[in-house]
């Protein structure tokens, strides 16, 4: 999952992005505004965590503009101030959620992950797949009922091949996902990345690769 964390205090910021991270998710961060805008223009997020009170342009103003536009992104709103009122007119602009600050931060991986299934079609909060169970919100595989212990990539890039639902996942989209905007595009992290996560499921081989295209599984 790719996460957008917009928030002008820096050191809440890092903080959320490193927690994120720390729970298989690609985090960029952006201390205002027009910075967010900027990336959200070349970059498709998944959630973006948008703070309301933000300098160079507001952040009620980023939404308006991400909603006009039409964004596939899930927005999940926060603002020091937990007013009924101030949840209502958040809400208003076009957020998908609303959280009041301060906040307990396994409330927020929990909004974000459920904003996250919002996809169209909604997947359900487990995936299964091929005799794998994927849980996000308890961090845990098993393959036919045994658990595999992944790195946050591993688990990353698993989760996108299962959200995919058997389509082909390209390397481009699964750095897009698992990884933040400071990889090198050239890397070839993704082909070490899929080695052994394989070798982890064991056998029989339920990642296929798609010569020219892609993985599924």
């Not at 790719?2 to 201390?31: C, N, S």
């Not at 997020?45 to 992104?73: N, Q, W």
């Not at 076009?94 to 919002?118: N, Q, S, T």
């Not at 959200?163 to 990884?179: I, T, Y």
């Amino acid at each position: 999952m790719r996460v957008l964390v917009v928030e002008d205090e820096r050191v809440l910021a890092d903080a959320i992005a490193t927690g994120l991270r720390r729970e298989a998710m690609a985090v960029d961060v952006a201390y205002d505004g027009a910075g967010a805008l900027e990336r959200t223009g070349y970059i498709d997020y998944d959630v973006i965590v948008l703070d309301r009170d933000l300098p160079k342009v507001h952040g009620d103003e980023v939404c308006r503009r991400l909603v006009a536009d039409r964004t596939a992104s899930r927005i999940l709103m926060l603002t020091a101030s937990g007013d009924v009122d101030d949840k209502v007119e958040g809400l208003g602009l076009g957020a998908d959620d609303y959280l009041a600050k301060p906040f307990v931060f396994i409330e927020l991986v929990a909004r974000v992950r459920a904003l996250g299934r919002r996809s169209a079609p909604a997947l359900p909060p487990v995936l299964e797949r091929a005799g794998v169970r994927l849980d996000p919100g308890k961090r845990l595989v098993t393959r036919d009922g045994e658990e595999i212990a992944l790195t946050k990539k591993e688990f990353a890039v698993l989760e996108e091949l299962m959200r995919a639902e058997g389509a082909v996942v390209s390397q481009e989209d699964l750095l897009d996902k698992a990884w933040d905007e400071n990889i090198d595009p050239f890397t070839n992290v993704v082909r070490v990345t899929m080695m052994t996560l394989r070798k982890k499921l064991g056998e029989p081989q339920v990642i296929e690769t798609v010569p020219g295209v892609g993985y599924k599984l």
